[in-house]
């Protein structure tokens, strides 16, 4: 008898250390990939995610935002991955991925998806707090099928949400600009530079910037020329118009001349030019004959 009461009583303190976190689990925990800390789970299981969500997002004095109610749910919290330098650079790695300080949870009000939650965790207060809500219900379905045991991947420059494997399978959950469709080898992947990051090779990293200034270049061109073209069009125009009125009135001015001169002839005569005298005839020389001598 003893010993049965024994076994009862050990049976009876290993149910009372065990319930409250079993009950704990049960009330407070919500569904979690990855690296998610603590705080985290808390922050999400609490209310504490919803409540802020209300407060930035919800309905406003104009009637417009979100109603989060009482049929708002929390989807499984994912942390968010993006691609390692090592993989980018195109190097063998088995870092593939970084670790970001975010993390998402897809909601829906009325079993409807609504959008995309952003978690992160505040460097100055060190508390989790909602950094970004995207009231996009695809977006909240998209990321709401990854797989167990995969990571959960941005991909910035591409525009791209996927999902990474264990086995190095990725799966395209919004696409983006990578123009993936089917899972594919993460090696069979063609990864864009990092932003900001330096030119691919055999790249001018001063293509762009040369590119930009000329296009600055022909922009001041076209101003200038338009600005400019309509004075001269109109200053030839004008000398054009003098030039033939100058030859207008040269034109009705040389008849006038001629006329007024023609006036002054036929008014007065011309000058009578006097006659040279003339010198008279001079008068044929008389040879005189000469006297016979005398006779002897």
Do not use: C
Not at 180 to 194: F, Q
Not at 236 to 255: I, L, R, V, W, Y
């Amino acid at each position: 008898m003893t010993r049965f009461r024994s076994v009862l009583a050990a049976t009876f303190t290993a149910l009372l250390v065990l319930a409250p976190a079993s009950l704990a689990r049960s009330e407070g925990s919500v569904p979690a990939e990855g690296s998610v800390p603590s705080e985290v789970a808390a922050y999400v299981a609490d209310g504490s995610l919803v409540a802020q969500l209300n407060d930035v997002y919800g309905v406003n004095a104009e009637g417009d935002g979100i109603d989060f109610d009482d049929t708002t749910k929390l989807g499984v919290i994912e942390r968010v991955h993006v691609w390692s330098d090592e993989l980018r650079e195109g190097e063998e790695t088995d870092h593939p991925l970084d670790l970001l300080n975010e993390w998402v949870v897809p909601i829906t009000i009325t079993d409807v998806p609504v959008g995309l939650a952003t978690i992160w965790i505040n460097p100055a207060t060190v508390r989790p707090e909602l950094a970004l809500f995207q009231a996009d219900p695809d977006l909240a379905t998209a990321l709401s099928a990854v797989a167990d045991g995969s990571s959960l991947v941005h991909d910035v420059e591409s525009a791209a949400w996927l999902a990474l494997a264990a086995d190095g399978t990725l799966t395209p959950l919004v696409p983006g600009t990578t123009g993936l469709s089917t899972p594919v080898p993460i090696d069979d992947v063609a990864l864009l530079p990092a932003a900001g990051g330096p030119a691919p090779e055999g790249g001018d990293p001063g293509t762009g910037v040369g590119f930009a200034v000329a296009v600055v270049l022909f922009l001041l061109a076209v101003i200038v020329v338009a600005l400019v073209l309509p004075g001269l069009r109109e200053k030839k125009k004008s000398d054009a118009d003098a030039e033939q009125n100058s030859d207008e009135s040269d034109a009705e001015a040389t008849p006038a001349a001629e006329l007024e001169a023609a006036s002054v002839a036929e008014i007065e005569p011309a000058a009578e030019v006097e006659p040279e005298p003339e010198e008279p005839a001079k008068k044929p020389a008389v040879r005189k004959k000469k006297a016979p001598p005398p006779a002897e």
